[in-house]
């Protein structure tokens, strides 16, 4: 009879050395953050202009639905990595002396297009447009359980955001929103360490999905001061952002795009992973 041969365990995927910092690093990264900016500003702030209007129109659909408003700040920081890559090339262009114009902006978007499973030239950027997807359920998952949670436990019916700042938030007893912040923190804090740096690191070297996620939270469970202190941040800046009629998005954007990429110089060592191979520029401005 022929010999059964047995399959050998197949070794976990290597992966990026992770960096200790210290509990204020998240400011230097904030500073490095502005010095982009300042390089390169008309591309930085159309970003954060591009986010103001979505926002914008948002607000003016969901004015009189608590349901979608509540998804939007939810989703706002669930898919602000994604909307931030191109900030992320960006920054890495400026790292290298590299020229940086709207053709990188332009190429570092519509490479996705180009790319499949089978290119292996193409195939992190997908790996890019996967990641955004499963962050996109998990801000639409995040949608329907905080609904929900209002819709069968509020005292009344909640519709507007009137009505949720009323029944809620200024509630007598404050229970429901007590633990409707506690869901969302519990819910928040896995998306968090899954992504506080898996962008800029597929967008940087050729590794996968998994492979970047796992790494986001040996990020975290190496840092987990310094990284809750950057979550802090974000969530400050962000409602920052949106509390000033959503003008503050037009800087907070790029602030915190920028800065994620630093973040991810910080804390990451990817350098035995083959870079990913940088979008073609065009012309620089």
Request: proline residues 7%; charged residues 10%.
């Amino acid at each position: 009879m022929p010999s059964t041969l047995r399959s050998r365990p197949r070794s976990p995927a290597p992966l990026p050395l992770v960096r200790s910092i210290g509990l204020m690093q998240p400011l230097s990264w904030l500073a490095l953050a502005w010095r982009d900016i300042c390089r390169a500003p008309l591309l930085a702030f159309a970003h954060g202009l591009v986010l103001m209007l979505i926002s914008a129109a948002i607000l003016a659909v969901g004015h009189n639905r608590f349901w979608l408003m509540a998804g939007a700040l939810s989703g706002f920081l669930v898919i602000g990595p994604v909307v931030a890559t191109s900030l992320y090339a960006i920054s890495r262009a400026l790292e290298r002396g590299e020229p940086v114009g709207p053709g990188l902006v332009r190429a570092t978007w519509t490479r996705w297009q180009s790319g499949h499973a089978g290119a292996e030239r193409h195939a992190g950027y997908w790996c890019l447009v996967r990641f955004g997807l499963l962050l996109s359920l998990a801000a639409t998952g995040w949608v329907v359980i905080s609904a929900s949670l209002i819709t069968v436990l509020s005292p009344v019916r909640v519709q507007t955001p009137l009505d949720f700042l009323h029944h809620v938030v200024l509630a007598r007893d404050g229970q429901l929103f007590v633990l409707w912040m506690a869901l969302g923190s519990f819910l928040a804090a896995p998306i968090f360490a899954s992504s506080v740096v898996a962008m800029p690191l597929l967008l940087d070297r050729r590794v996968t999905v998994w492979q970047a996620v796992l790494t986001s939270w040996t990020v975290v469970i190496a840092n987990p001061a310094p990284m809750a202190f950057w979550a802090a941040l974000i969530v400050l800046f962000t409602l920052l952002g949106l509390g000033s009629l959503l003008m503050g998005l037009v800087a907070v954007v790029p602030m915190l795009g920028h800065a994620s990429w630093h973040a991810y110089r910080d804390l990451v060592d990817a350098s035995a992973f083959p870079a990913r191979e940088q979008p073609e520029p065009g012309r620089a401005l």
